[in-house]
């Protein structure tokens, strides 16, 4: 990971943070970085893609901006760090802002991701590369010192216009390193937390623009992608594998939550899932520099939690009741809900990704020097964790609601732990383990959500005594969920355990063939 200062032709790769504020910060902001010397300057730029936005699919963006009466031309290609992307620059003209000079792509193919950049412009449409959208930006900038190194903080005021499209606005905030390590931008970008209640945000200009011009300016909700952990890999690098793809689901779902718009309940849903995964993986692991976040995790999980309560009855149980001919659904139970932006602009839920970030960027700049395989820990671990499950399934019928819950709960745990090691499975097993795990926990979420829709309606029936219809029409349904659990417990107890005795698992490390390594500029799917 290196940085330097910017030439007239220069490929670097970039670290910085986003972080957005509310636009009524923005004079605070502007105030406090003019006091420590800061200056303003207006940038506007054009960005360039085929009609199919194929540099945008290949995470790449290219643009030409006039910045202090000159054309520069930028390309911009995305890399597996949290806070980095190459980035190679060349200085085209001097010239007036609205006499652009034509596009060169040319200038990039002496770069590293010249491959990357071939390919994207193989796969565009005849009529080439044209601009999609513009920024305008007013941006206020001033170095600062922390005890980790210099960097550059810049507030950007302005807007994201495409043709047909209402503008979007940009209030943000960019930490970017100019010397020194990487973790003084997490260092800076904790007391830009503190001070201005500001969220981050990795969404970057050009991935907004894109989506103004395909009229999609709101961001989709993230899902988990695969990870691949060799079967020769040390803990290090299994924990960095794991932090990564935590990492990159969690952030643009938890910044969806914190923005001014409104939100979707499934980024409420992905946000807890990539959590989930992330404290799993910390209990499978057992490694020492993530034990840390796993209580922050564990509090953030449950405060969405309580949101996603009202999100579950509104998709699921008002409606059936609906159908089932209930008076009405709109009761006090269905209204309560936390604030799920508001609990994603806290400083500790903020405090818990910047800890995150730092966490994989330790790993990835300084890695240990262990050779230990992991391998034998995980098994170990995941056949516990196995034993467990089917222990408790055996028990079903006498559990309470409680330890069914906790039942379903190692289940998710057990179902994210063979994700992350399916090197080290059988195909055909670990298939079948996968499907079974997904049925009985689909099957006892279903129970949990009833259960639970049962005591908030139980609740409300002596203030209305509509409630009562929920109350009888729920009782019955549970009942008859519990005979869905038990046959769906009763599938996965007869599965094997899908991991191989590690004389059996491929060698040198070699993932399965079912599975692709992600490019090294690009991040996982």
């Known amino acids: 990971m290196t940085t330097s200062l910017r030439t007239d032709d220069k490929a670097v790769t970039e670290v910085e943070l986003k972080l957005h504020i509310p636009k009524a910060s923005a004079g605070e902001v502007t105030a406090w970085l003019r006091s420590r010397g800061a200056r303003s300057e207006r940038l506007r730029a054009r960005y360039f893609d085929s009609i199919n936005r194929d540099l945008a699919k290949a995470k790449m963006a290219l643009r030409l901006r006039y910045e202090r009466g000159r054309w520069v031309q930028t390309l911009k290609a995305a890399t597996a760090g949290p806070m980095t992307r190459f980035e190679h620059e060349v200085a085209v003209q001097r010239g007036q802002p609205d006499a652009p000079p034509p596009l060169a792509p040319s200038l990039h193919q002496a770069t590293e991701v010249r491959p990357l950049l071939a390919k994207a412009l193989e796969l565009a449409s005849p009529e080439g590369l044209a601009a999609q959208f513009e920024t305008d930006i007013r941006r206020t900038s001033t170095l600062y010192r922390s005890r980790r190194g210099q960097v550059e903080i810049s507030l950007d005021i302005g807007s994201i216009?495409?043709?047909?499209?209402?503008?979007?606005?940009?209030?943000?905030?960019?930490?970017?390193?100019?010397?020194?390590?990487?973790?003084?931008?997490?260092?800076?970008?904790?007391?830009?937390?503190?001070?201005?209640?500001?969220?981050?945000?990795?969404?970057?200009?050009?991935?907004?623009?894109?989506?103004?011009?395909?009229?999609?300016?709101?961001?989709?909700?993230?899902?988990?992608?695969?990870?691949?952990?060799?079967?020769?890999?040390?803990?290090?690098?299994?924990?960095?594998?794991?932090?990564?793809?935590?990492?990159?689901?969690?952030?643009?779902?938890?910044?969806?939550?914190?923005?001014?718009?409104?939100?979707?309940?499934?980024?409420?849903?992905?946000?807890?899932?990539?959590?989930?995964?992330?404290?799993?993986?910390?209990?499978?692991?057992?490694?020492?520099?993530?034990?840390?976040?796993?209580?922050?995790?564990?509090?953030?999980?449950?405060?969405?939690?309580?949101?996603?309560?009202?999100?579950?009855?509104?998709?699921?149980?008002?409606?059936?009741?609906?159908?089932?001919?209930?008076?009405?659904?709109?009761?006090?139970?269905?209204?309560?809900?936390?604030?799920?932006?508001?609990?994603?602009?806290?400083?500790?839920?903020?405090?818990?990704?910047?800890?995150?970030?730092?966490?994989?960027?330790?790993?990835?700049?300084?890695p240990p020097n262990s050779t230990e395989s992991a391998a034998p820990q995980l098994i170990a671990r995941l056949t516990d964790w196995h034993r467990k499950v089917r222990r408790d399934a055996r028990q079903f019928e006498a559990l309470d609601d409680e330890r069914r819950h906790q039942l379903r709960r190692r289940m998710k745990r057990l179902r994210y732990g063979i994700e992350f090691c399916r090197s080290l499975c059988s195909d055909k097993r670990y298939r079948r383990m996968l499907r079974s795990l997904s049925e009985a926990q689909e099957t006892l979420g279903r129970y949990n959500d009833l259960v639970e829709a049962l005591a908030g309606y139980r609740a409300q029936a002596d203030q209305d005594p509509r409630a009562w219809f929920a109350v009888g029409w729920l009782t019955a349904e549970i009942q008859a969920q519990l005979l869905r659990c038990q046959a769906a417990l009763a599938a996965l107890r007869r599965c094997d355990p899908p991991w191989r005795p590690l004389h059996q698992s491929r060698p040198g490390g070699e993932p399965p063939k079912h599975t692709a390594k992600p490019p090294t500029l690009i991040p996982s799917p």
């Not at 990564?244 to 939550?257: G, T």
């Not at 509090?299 to 089932?324: M, Y």
């Not at 604030?339 to 330790?362: F, K, P, V, Y």
Request: with cysteine; hydrophobic share 45%.
């Open 161 to 366: 216009s495409a043709p047909g499209c209402d503008a979007l606005p940009v209030c943000e905030i960019e930490i970017e390193l100019a010397t020194g390590s990487p973790l003084a931008v997490t260092d800076v970008a904790r007391q830009v937390v503190r001070r201005f209640s500001a969220w981050i945000d990795p969404a970057t200009k050009a991935e907004r623009g894109h989506g103004l011009a395909a009229r999609q300016p709101r961001v989709a909700a993230v899902r988990a992608g695969p990870v691949h952990l060799a079967p020769s890999a040390g803990l290090a690098e299994c924990a960095l594998a794991v932090l990564r793809e935590c990492r990159r689901q969690m952030l643009p779902n938890l910044a969806a939550l914190a923005s001014e718009h409104d939100h979707q309940p499934e980024h409420v849903h992905q946000a807890r899932v990539a959590l989930r995964r992330l404290r799993s993986a910390i209990r499978l692991f057992q490694y020492a520099p993530l034990l840390g976040l796993d209580a922050k995790a564990q509090a953030l999980s449950r405060a969405l939690g309580e949101c996603r309560k009202r999100d579950v009855l509104l998709e699921s149980v008002a409606p059936q009741l609906s159908k089932a001919g209930a008076p009405t659904t709109e009761l006090a139970v269905l209204s309560q809900t936390a604030d799920a932006r508001g609990i994603t602009r806290r400083r500790e839920s903020q405090a818990l990704l910047l800890e995150l970030i730092e966490r994989e960027l330790e790993l990835d700049i300084a």
